[in-house]
């Protein structure tokens, strides 16, 4: 059993009770927190192994008293070692990963996180900026213009101006159940048994971006949350890019370099999947630093403007392509999970004033 969870038990029993409220957790939620610790831990390991030195034990500490004293329960603490190892300090006002997604996420967003798994209704829902061609969703293909498609007249459509498509399915996520056709690997049969999703064109990005890779579209990532006002603040960024001899950018392979949300301009380093980092994009050579991304602030006030339109999901995180005249398309958005370890270890904290520390007393 993992430490975090094994720091609660009590007096022999086998229940395992969390400090968080001292409610019970519920298996689905011993599995959430024992990966979460599993995959900080691992983290930590491979930053130490790339850095040559151990976490200092008092910053192991200072997690470990943030953790419990500020956030309610020690075994959010794995997080904050990652997060520290990256920084090479402690910071006050770092949200956890698994403190974002089982505390504040569940209260700021509640019921409203459902909708952005659907996407055949991104574009109807926000009116613009979505490529989107085609939907396909119980059984009928609608065209941007909302009228019926004839399943024989799909292919048709579809490369009518465009040489490649992506199709996505509702439940795509990390880059899975992302495909990519062509006229002649495209198959109507294919979409039907795949499930509900949208058809968008393959974009042609800003050249800048074709310096990482020409292969791939580059998706830049932009974390909007709305505070209490109801104004819109765009909190943290990171670019994500893929490698080579990928033909979308990837969860396993991509690389993701943080972006300073005031400027548009790139760190000195990106991180891998198992948060190794480098200077430069391993296959082209392009280094990071100091570079800036274009047409950076249009794509902010684009996606302060959406989430505006839909301010009861109080945190999105957006996905957009910035094309070749620096105007920005949104890929795609999510309000259920949008990951923030990057950005908290690389930029954060990003999210303070907004009193996400304090939601775990709602527990009590």
Not at 231 to 245: F, G, N, P
Request: charged share 25%; glycine share 8%.
């Amino acid at each position: 059993m993992p430490r975090g969870l094994k720091s609660v038990l009590s007096g022999g029993r086998r229940r395992i009770l969390r400090t968080l409220g001292r409610n019970p957790l519920s298996a689905a939620d011993e599995r959430f927190y024992a990966r979460h610790e599993r995959d900080a831990d691992r983290f930590l390991s491979n930053i130490e192994q790339e850095q040559g030195a151990r976490l200092h034990p008092d910053i192991r500490r200072l997690c470990s008293e943030y953790a419990r004293d500020v956030l309610g329960w020690e075994g959010f603490a794995p997080w904050l070692r990652t997060y520290s190892a990256v920084a090479r300090e402690f910071r006050e006002g770092w949200i956890p990963e698994s403190y974002y997604a089982k505390v504040v996420l569940p209260v700021i967003n509640k019921d409203m996180r459902q909708i952005s798994d659907l996407r055949v209704i991104e574009a109807v829902l926000f009116g613009i900026l979505f490529p989107d061609i085609l939907r396909y969703a119980n059984g009928l293909f609608v065209s941007s213009s909302h009228e019926i498609v004839p399943s024989e007249g799909v292919a048709e459509l579809l490369f009518q101006q465009n040489e490649r498509v992506v199709f996505k399915l509702h439940t795509s996520r990390f880059s899975r159940g992302v495909m990519v056709y062509t006229k002649e690997n495209f198959s109507v049969d294919e979409i039907i048994r795949a499930g509900n999703g949208v058809f968008q064109p393959y974009l042609r990005q800003h050249p800048f971006f074709d310096s990482f890779t020409a292969n791939s579209v580059a998706t830049l990532r932009l974390a909007t949350v709305v505070d209490d006002q109801g104004e819109v603040s765009c909190r943290a960024s990171y670019l994500r890019v893929a490698r080579e001899s990928d033909p979308i950018v990837i969860a396993d392979t991509s690389l993701r370099i943080p972006v300073d949300v005031r400027t548009g301009q790139l760190h000195n380093k990106g991180y891998d999947s198992a948060f190794f980092s480098a200077t430069q994009h391993p296959d082209s050579g392009f280094t990071f630093g100091g570079a800036t991304i274009p047409g950076f602030a249009k794509s902010v006030e684009a996606v302060r403007g959406l989430h505006k339109k839909l301010p009861f999901c109080h945190s999105i995180g957006w996905d957009v392509c910035i094309t070749q005249n620096e105007e920005p398309q949104i890929m795609e958005w999510n309000a259920k999970h949008n990951l923030i370890k990057v950005s908290e270890a690389a930029s954060g904290p990003c999210f303070t004033g907004l009193g996400w520390e304090n939601m775990w007393k709602g527990a009590i």
